[in-house]
């Protein structure tokens, strides 16, 4: 193609992507005289109340119900359809579906579209507690591979190419493989290897690329579609600039057909799809397909020297690309801010506490180790020295104190599964302390949120290791979820 024929074919790339079917037709309703007899019940703001006070007016009025000129989502044939496809347009999939209960209803979509009871699932044991959710409700068999653990930082990457291609080799009767890419801190493995393997064997790739929105729109990264990945699903949310709880699913066709994610789709997501979150995926995909390059361009830099900046004379230290692939043969998402403060004499959780009660800075997580900043296009070089000052201020104030070190951080073995979540799930429970649960079969999901990763889940043995963490991160950061009501207990599976 020559650059005449390629200035051309953006240009029509760039025609057709600044339409938003579905936004523009939520606005021109809301701008209707209409008298709404349907639900819901606030009548497009009617009454007065606390919530249209602070919403505002239009809010109310694009707050509506399926309805001919505004489509549906479980079929769509008009403008939420034009909408998704001008979505799979701009990230180069064959198909995309708007999701209106998180990446998680994708996760659990994916795995049921591809698992029936007793397939294998590859799964990284890294992953969000909603696919081991999508497990036990799909009746799949996992079977776990172990990420590449980082001491140094206190955190997991992503699995390794050989311990892929080990795993496939040891199942092949493996039905699909399922990766996170990126992970929640934002090293990406080789996908596109990773994928040929899979595919070589007939096995479908699904992605949790919850963090991934930016991907396609990130001067020199690699997306999950491109990388060759069959289903992929990523929170626009989290990255993309659309509402809390919109994200999209992404399908290319083959392994599994468009017709079949519909219908598994319509099992579990909403009859009432909520339209403000619906057109937030239509105007944030406009934005990021016409302006993502250019805007993740120039943010670069900035990120760069903050990192510089963060680093400079302090007891910090920032991950990095090449810090990553090193370790583990990884790349890295720079727009994850992964900051190492142990060695300030603090816990990660210590100064994620201080960035918010003394500086008013919300840290996406804090971990042993580290915290950590999501950056997308919204943030700026102002935004960016403020916690460049405040982390600095930090150093001066609590630096100089003996660094941290624990090894409740980094667990080195792996818990072993005895029994399948699903069965675990069903068995018979009893709860217990969880001093005294050492040995038991647990049909509980012990997690730290965020990430949502989970510290053990159903059908795994509880080793000393694992109420080790418990205790560490209950102490620290007292933020441990699990399904009891009773604190410091964990349910088992009744002997």
């Known amino acids: 193609m020559n650059i005449i024929q390629e200035q051309t074919r953006t240009s029509e790339i760039a025609i057709t992507q600044e339409r938003m079917p579905l936004f523009d037709a939520l606005v021109k309703y809301a701008k209707k005289n209409i008298t709404p007899f349907d639900v819901p019940g606030h009548k497009m703001g009617a009454q007065s109340n606390p919530l249209k006070n602070v919403l505002g007016e239009m809010t109310m009025k694009m707050d509506v119900n399926s309805m001919k000129e505004l489509d549906l989502l479980s079929h769509p044939e008009s403008v939420i359809k034009e909408a998704q496809q001008l979505a799979a347009n701009a990230f180069g999939a064959d198909h995309a579906f708007f999701l209106v209960n998180g990446t998680t209803s ?45 001491v140094h930082f206190g955190i997991s990457h992503g699995v390794s190419v050989k311990n892929v291609e080990k795993t496939l080799l040891a199942y092949p009767e493996a039905k699909a493989i399922l990766v996170t890419y990126p992970t929640y801190f934002g090293s990406m493995n080789d996908l596109r290897t990773i994928c040929k393997l899979a595919h070589d064997r007939d096995i479908t790739v699904i992605v949790d690329s919850a963090h991934g929105a930016h991907l396609a729109f990130t001067p020199g990264q690699i997306d999950p579609i491109s990388a060759g990945a069959d289903i992929v699903t990523m929170s ?32 579990l997501q909403t009859t009432s799809a909520n339209y ?43 991950l990095k690309n090449d ?45 042993g180790y580290v915290v950590m900043a999501v950056i997308t296009t919204a943030d700026t070089e102002n935004s960016l020295k403020k916690l460049v000052w405040a982390l600095s201020d930090i150093d001066r104030v609590y630096g100089g104190k003996t660094p ?25 429970h009893e709860l217990v302390p969880v001093d005294m649960a050492i ?8 997690m730290i949120y965020p990430p949502g990763i989970p510290l053990v889940i159903p059908g795994e043995l509880i080793s ?21 009501d009773l604190k410091n207990h964990i349910t088992v599976v009744k002997e």
Request: proline residues 3%; hydrophobic residues 40%.
């Open 439 to 446: 040995g038991k079969i647990s049909a509980d999901l012990l």
């Open 404 to 428: 941290i070190y624990s090894t409740s951080v980094t667990p080195t073995h792996a818990n072993k599964l005895l029994i399948s979540p699903r069965d675990a799930h069903y068995a018979e």
């Open 236 to 267: 626009m949310h989290k990255t993309g600039g659309s509402l809390t709880q919109s994200s999209i699913l992404l399908l290319n066709e083959g392994r599994i057909s468009a017709k079949t994610m519909q219908k598994t789709l319509n099992m």
């Open 276 to 318: 403000l979150l619906m057109s937030s995926l239509d105007a944030a995909r406009r934005e990021l397909a016409l302006y993502g390059y250019d805007r993740f361009k120039a943010l670069k830099p900035i990120v760069e020297k903050t990192i510089h900046d963060i680093e400079e004379n302090t007891c910090f230290e920032v």
């Open 323 to 367: 810090y990553v692939n090193q370790l583990c043969k990884q790349s890295y998402d720079w727009t994850k801010l992964v900051i190492r403060v142990n060695d300030c004499g603090l816990t990660g959780f210590e100064v994620y506490t201080l960035l918010k009660e003394k500086y008013q800075i919300q840290m996406e997580l804090a971990e």
């Open 464 to 484: 000393e290791e694992v109420i080790q963490q418990y205790h560490y991160y209950s102490q620290t950061f007292g933020n441990v979820l699990s399904e009891s």
């Open 106 to 150: 994708g996760i659990l979509a994916m795995i049921l579209a591809t698992c029936k009871p007793d397939d294998v699932l590859i799964v990284p044991r890294n992953c969000h507690k909603s696919i081991m959710n999508g497990l036990i409700l799909s009746g799949a068999k996992p079977v776990f591979i172990e990420p590449e653990v980082d």
